[in-house]
C-alpha cells in the first residue's frame, strides 16, 4: 500500500483579529493510503476544514510535516502539482463555480494546468459523464440544483485528473436527494476509479459507507478506525457532540434491555437479520 | 392564532418564457397553538409558501387569512402581521448586521415602536428563550461568535418580536448534531411553554417525526398530503416516489413487520426500542 | 422585478450568428453602431433594418423577445421623443401655451427613436447570441495587442466573467436580505431621503459581508483549481476565424459601404 497523504504532528495557530490566537489543530498524526474513502467527523470548530485545506497547500502547518504522495506542501515549486494531485470541493456550490457555463466551469482547472484545448475538450465531457451532468454541459449553472451544482464542482475537478479529492461538506446544503446523488457519485468515483477520497460531513448516515472514520475534537483526532468500529461507540460519540445512525442508537438501547444483538450495526438491514435470528 | 389558506397560486416571472408556477391552488388551514412540519423535495415550493404567510410575498391568486385577516386585504397593515408572524429565513445569520448582539436583537422591536425598557424586556426574553446568556453576551459583536451561537442570535432577533406564529425555514442546516439537537429543543420549549403555533420547514424526516402534530407534503407546488406524521410515514412507497423518505426507525419496524414480526408503527427510536422489546419478550414468555 | 430585465440574457442555440467568432462579432457591432449614426435619412435606415433583419433571422431569435428587452428603456426612448419635439425649433403645428410642436421636432423625434430603438436592439443581439465567456474571451482577444501598453487584458476579462456569474447569485441574495429585514419590520419604502438612507443599513452591511465572504472561497476554490494569472493557461475553446467569418465580414463591409455612399 502507498501513502496518499500523510502528516507529521501537525499544527496549525490562528489569531483572530482581534489578537486573540486559536489552535484549530494542535497535533495531527494522519495517514491515508491510496484508493481509500476516509470520513472525518467532528463537531463545529473542531478543524476539520483547517486541517483539509492542509492537505493540498492551501494552508501550511505552524509546525510538522504534511506530505502529498511524497512531497512535502512546504515545497513551493511544487505546490501546482500537489494541487492537481489533491483536489478540493467546498460547501457553497455557489462559491466555487467561475464560469457561467457548465462545461466553460469544468475546463477552468485543466486550462490553468495549461493542457491542450483537445485534451480539455476529451477530459471536460469524460468528467461530466462521470458525475451523470453531461447533457447539462451548455446549461447556466445558476438554473441547477444544489445537488447538480456540486456535482459540477465535482466533475471542475475530475477533469484536473485527480488521485484524491476532498470533499468539505460538500452535501451540508443540499436535500436529502442532493445528497444522495452527492454521495452516490463520490463512492463511485472511489471504487470504479479508484480514487482516494476524504469526506467531512455532519451527516452521520455518509461516514457509514467509509473505509475508515476519523473523528476530531479540539484541534485533534480522537477517534479512528471503522465506522463499526467507532459508531459502536455510542456514548462517547453523543459526549463528542456527534451522532449516530438511528438503527444503532436503536440497537444500543436494545442491549441496554439485555437483548443480545452485536453492538455495530449500522444498517437497516442488518438489523433486520439480526432481530429475526432472535425472534 | 390560526392560518387560513384559500387557493394560492404563485407564478415566478409571469409572462416571460422563464415563467414558472411555484405554487398551484394550495388550500389549507392551521389551528391555533399546532406544531406543524412542512416537507417536499427541493424546488417543491416551501420556501414560496411560507413567505406568504407574512405578506413578504402576493398571491399570483387567491387568499390568505391570519386570524380572519385578509393579509393582502388594502384594509391590513403589513407591520402588524409581520409582527404577529414570525419568519426565521434559510441560515438566518447572513441577516446580522448590528455592532453589539443587543442591538441585532433590538432592531425587531425598535421597527415595532417600542419603548426602551420593552425592548430590553423583549432581547432579555428572546436570548433567553435561546440559551444565550444575557449578561454575557449583550455587548459582544454578533461577527465574533460561532456558528451555532450566530444562528441563535438571529433566530432571537425574530423572537424578540414576540410572534404567535412561528415559522422556520431549515432553522439546522449546517449545524452539527448536538447544535442541531439544542436548537430543535428551543423551539419545541418555546412551543410548549408559550404556546406559540409553530410551521418547520425540514429535509430531516427524523426531526419532524420526533418534533410535529401534524405534517403538511408538498410536490411541485401542490400540497399532496395534510395529516399526523404516524399517518404520513405509513406511505414510505409515496413519499420515496416524490423524492422523500421515512425515518429509519419508521423504516426499521416496516421491514420487521414484514417479515413477520408484531410490530406496530415507529416514529422515534424510544419507539422502535418499546417496541421491538414487547415483541421480543412476548416470545420468551411463549 | 431585477430580474424581469431580459436584455443581455444569453439565450443558447445553435446558428451562424451564434457560431461567429465573438471577435468579429464585437467588430461588427462596432461597425453596425458607427453606421447607425452616419445615417442621415430616414431611407438610410432601410439598408440599417435589412441588415438588422438577416442577423436577427440567422439568429433565430424571435423579434418579439428582441423587443421586449426594450421594455425597461422605453422610458429612455420617450424621454428623447418629448426632448425632441419640444425642443426642435421650426415650423410650428401646434401650440399650447408656452410649448410648441414643430413639424421638423416630429420627424428629429421618429429619427431619434429609430435610431435609439436600432442601437439597443442591436447590442442585446450581441450579448443574446454570445455567451459571456465568449465575449470576456473575445474582448481579452482584441485587448492583447494593447497589453505592451500596459492593458490588464487577462485581468479584465476575468474580472468581467465573475461580475456577470455573480451578479444572478447577488441580486438573489439582495432580495433574500431584504425579506428577511422585512420580516423583522423593516421598511425600506416610506419616510424621507435620511430615514430611507437609515434604513438602508440592515440591508448593506449583511450584503457587503456576503460578499466579500464569496470572494474569499470563490478565490480559495480558484486557487485549489491552480488558478495562477493569465500567463500559462490554454483555453478549451480557441477561438478560431473560419469561413463564416470571413462571409459576415464581406457582408458587414458592404454594408458600411452602402452606408456610407447612401450619404452622398
Ligand atoms: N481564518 C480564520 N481566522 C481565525 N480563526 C479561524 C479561521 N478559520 C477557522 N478559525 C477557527 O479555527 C477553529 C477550527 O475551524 P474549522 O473551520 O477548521 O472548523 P470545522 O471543524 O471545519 O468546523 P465546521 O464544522 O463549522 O465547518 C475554529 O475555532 C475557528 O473559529
Ligand atoms: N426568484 C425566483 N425566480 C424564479 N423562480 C424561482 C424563484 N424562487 C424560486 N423559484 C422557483 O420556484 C420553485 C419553488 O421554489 P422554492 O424556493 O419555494 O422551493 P423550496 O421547496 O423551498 O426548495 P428548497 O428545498 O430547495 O428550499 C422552484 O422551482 C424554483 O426554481
Ligand atoms: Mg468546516
Ligand atoms: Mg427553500
Redesign the pocket.
Known sequence: MTNMIKTESVKHE?T?HTGKS?M?LNGIDISIEKGEFVAIL?H???????LAKHFNALLLPNSGTIMVKNIDTKNEEMLWEIRQIAGMVFQNPDNQIVATIVEEDVAFGPENLAVESKEIRKRVDEALKAVDMYEYRKHGPHLLSGGQKQRIAIAGIIAMKPECIILD?PTAMLDPSGRKEVIDTIMKLNQEEGITIVLIT?YMDEAVNADRVYV?EDGMLVMDGTPKDVFSQVEKMKSLGLDVPQVTEICHELRKEGIKLPADILTVEEMVVELCRLK | MSIKVENLSYIYMKDTVFEHKALDDVSFEIKDGEFLGLIGHTGSGKSTLIQHLNGLMKPTSGKVFIDEDDINSKTTVKKTIRERVGLVFQYPEHQLFEETVFRDVAYGPKNLGLDDNEIENRVRFALDMVKLDYNEIKDISPFDL??GQKRRVAIAGVLAMKPKILILDEPTAGL?PRGRDEILGEIKELHETHKITVILVSHSMEDIAKLVDKIIVMNKGKIVFIDKPSVIFRESLMLESIGLGVPQATKLARELKEKGLDIGECLSIEDAKLQILKVLRSKKND | MIKDITIGQYIPADTPVHNLDPRSKIIITFVFITALFLVNTFFGYIYILAFMGIALGLSKISPKYLFRGLKPLVFIIVLTAILNIFMTEGEIIYKLWKLTITKEGLIQAAFMCIRLVFLITGASLLTLTTSPIALTDGIEKLLNPFKKIGVPAHELAMMMTIALRFIPTLLEETDKIMKAQMARGADFESGNMIARAKAMVPLLVPLFISAFRRADELAMAMEARCYRGGDKRTRMKQLKFEMRDIYASIITIAFGGLIIWSRF
Open positions: 490562528y483572530s486559536i484549530a467532528g463545529n470548530g473542531s478543524g476539520k476544514s483547517t461538506e455532519h476530531m | 460561532s456558528g452539527d
